[in-house]
């Protein structure tokens, strides 16, 4: 019991040296970033005032590898980023907004439904923007693991945008790797890219949603995008037609896809809805037995906004159920779909009518839900993964 005692002590000890050295460091980094910072165009005034007191959030270190858009099946993804609620949602802000879409519609050439699928996509409309101090977040990831260097040019932007009277430093909240506000712009991309669209003397993507709109315009274009042409389309692929190499940088005419024998998913000719010489690349999310899409130079752009093909097919397929569009028609190839967000909730509400502690039924699957599903599936004698899908949430509803 005492050999047990000693240990707990040293092990304790060891932790709070390991720690106290950990924020020397830190606070070390810091300072030796002031005049980085100074060159960068913050004073020495905006940059003292706002590192005085920092401390590392050093959770955010296991955030760095993880990202959902490459580790998620295509058809978890896209089942909660275009759900009904995100859809009613933003056809009714497609509506609140009216008037300042249709102004951003004439001053950049963006139609109203990709901007709104943008806004639905990276906060909801607003509602979940993040949680993290931009200062904090930034300021930790510019001392500690990989990627400091991009990290500290998004901290310097974070304290110029402070400094400049935009946001202010307690409203400056977002994601824990920088971006912020209702679409989620990085720093560096809000310096150059957010625009003042209501008119108030100020660029702020936290409370304004008409800046975020405009501002979200101005990105697309400014990236490339060709007013009046579509994303793409879902496509039929003929029986035995080799897909390999095929990609959406490696683009080719409409009439070389018509050649192969590729219809629009309702059996048309290509040229129905794009001009023979348009070039688009054919993009395969799921592999050839899953839906197919030929996709043109404006999903490339939605693409830069996160570069995840998985994440551009989210935002160009919601902005088609903004504007009526049904469902894909092709299957995933898969027995065991997603679930929406309200499906997740009826998940949890199950799990926690079964007496297991997961805490509130939001429809975030967390590791407590993950963990409540193991032990549904192990005692149902389904496969063990943690996985909220069709299967469990069916076997718990009978």
Not at 246 to 263: A, D, F, N, Y
Not at 353 to 373: L, N, P
């Given at each position: 019991m005492?050999?047990?005692k000693?240990l707990y002590?040293?092990?304790?000890?060891?932790?709070?040296q390991?720690?106290?050295?950990q924020?020397a460091?830190?606070?070390?980094?810091?300072a030796?970033?002031?005049?980085?910072a100074?060159?960068?165009?913050?004073s020495?005034?905006t940059f003292?005032?706002?590192?005085a007191?920092l401390?590392p959030?050093?959770?955010?270190?296991?955030k760095l590898?993880y990202q959902?858009?490459?580790?998620?099946?295509?058809w978890?993804?896209?089942s909660?980023l275009?759900?009904?609620?995100?859809?009613i949602?933003?056809?009714?802000k497609l509506r609140?907004y009216?008037?300042d879409?249709q102004?951003?519609?004439?001053?950049f050439?963006i139609?109203?439904?990709?901007?709104?699928a943008v806004?639905?996509?990276e906060s909801n409309?607003?509602?979940?923007?993040?949680?993290y101090s931009l200062v904090?977040?930034?300021?930790?990831?510019?001392?500690?693991g990989?990627?400091?260097?991009?990290?500290?040019k998004?901290?310097f932007?974070t304290?110029?945008i402070?400094?400049?009277?935009?946001?202010?430093a307690?409203?400056?909240?977002?994601?824990?790797a920088?971006a912020?506000?209702h679409?989620?712009?990085m720093p560096?991309?809000?310096e150059?890219?957010?625009?003042?669209?209501?008119k108030d003397?100020r660029?702020?993507l936290?409370?304004?949603?008409?800046?975020?709109?405009?501002s979200t315009?101005?990105y697309?274009?400014?990236?490339g995008w060709?007013t009046?042409?579509?994303?793409g389309?879902?496509v039929?692929?003929p029986?035995?037609?080799?897909t390999a190499?095929?990609?959406r940088?490696q683009?080719?005419?409409?009439?070389?896809w018509?050649?192969?024998?590729v219809?629009?998913?309702?059996?048309q000719?290509?040229?129905?809805?794009?001009s023979?010489t348009q070039q688009?690349?054919?993009?395969?999310?799921?592999?050839?037995?899953?839906?197919?899409?030929?996709?043109?130079k404006n999903?490339?752009?939605?693409?830069s906004?996160n570069?995840a093909?998985?994440?551009a097919l989210a935002?160009?397929?919601?902005s088609d159920?903004l504007?009526?569009?049904?469902p894909?028609v092709t299957?995933?190839p898969t027995?065991?779909?997603?679930?929406s967000?309200?499906?997740?909730?009826?998940?949890q509400?199950?799990?926690l009518?079964r007496g297991?502690?997961?805490g509130?039924?939001?429809?975030?699957?967390g590791?407590?839900?993950r963990?409540?599903?193991?032990a549904?599936?192990?005692r149902?004698?389904?496969?063990i993964d943690?996985r909220a899908?069709q299967?469990?949430?069916?076997?718990?509803q009978?």
């Amino acid at each position: 019991m005492k050999f047990l005692k000693t240990l707990y002590i040293a092990v304790v000890t060891l932790a709070t040296q390991t720690a106290f050295a950990q924020d020397a460091q830190f606070t070390q980094c810091i300072a030796n970033l002031g005049n980085a910072a100074s060159q960068a165009g913050v004073s020495r005034h905006t940059f003292q005032h706002y590192t005085a007191n920092l401390v590392p959030d050093t959770s955010l270190l296991e955030k760095l590898n993880y990202q959902p858009e490459f580790r998620t099946p295509i058809w978890d993804y896209l089942s909660s980023l275009v759900d009904d609620e995100r859809i009613i949602d933003g056809q009714a802000k497609l509506r609140e907004y009216q008037q300042d879409f249709q102004r951003m519609n004439q001053q950049f050439g963006i139609d109203p439904a990709t901007v709104a699928a943008v806004w639905g996509v990276e906060s909801n409309y607003g509602k979940n923007q993040g949680k993290y101090s931009l200062v904090e977040a930034l300021g930790t990831l510019s001392c500690m693991g990989r990627r400091q260097e991009f990290f500290r040019k998004e901290f310097f932007a974070t304290l110029r945008i402070i400094q400049s009277g935009d946001i202010s430093a307690d409203r400056l909240v977002g994601s824990w790797a920088g971006a912020f506000g209702h679409t989620q712009f990085m720093p560096t991309t809000f310096e150059r890219l957010a625009i003042d669209f209501d008119k108030d003397g100020r660029r702020d993507l936290m409370d304004s949603s008409v800046d975020a709109i405009g501002s979200t315009a101005n990105y697309l274009k400014r990236n490339g995008w060709q007013t009046g042409q579509p994303w793409g389309f879902e496509v039929k692929i003929p029986a035995g037609m080799s897909t390999a190499g095929e990609g959406r940088r490696q683009k080719k005419s409409i009439s070389h896809w018509m050649s192969k024998g590729v219809t629009t998913i309702d059996g048309q000719a290509l040229s129905n809805l794009a001009s023979n010489t348009q070039q688009a690349g054919l993009l395969l999310p799921a592999g050839p037995t899953g839906p197919a899409f030929l996709v043109f130079k404006n999903f490339d752009v939605i693409y830069s906004y996160n570069a995840a093909e998985s994440y551009a097919l989210a935002i160009a397929h919601l902005s088609d159920r903004l504007r009526g569009a049904g469902p894909f028609v092709t299957p995933w190839p898969t027995d065991d779909l997603g679930l929406s967000r309200a499906e997740r909730r009826q998940l949890q509400e199950l799990l926690l009518s079964r007496g297991y502690d997961i805490g509130e039924a939001d429809g975030v699957i967390g590791s407590k839900s993950r963990d409540a599903i193991k032990a549904e599936q192990a005692r149902l004698g389904m496969k063990i993964d943690g996985r909220a899908g069709q299967k469990i949430l069916k076997a718990l509803q009978q």
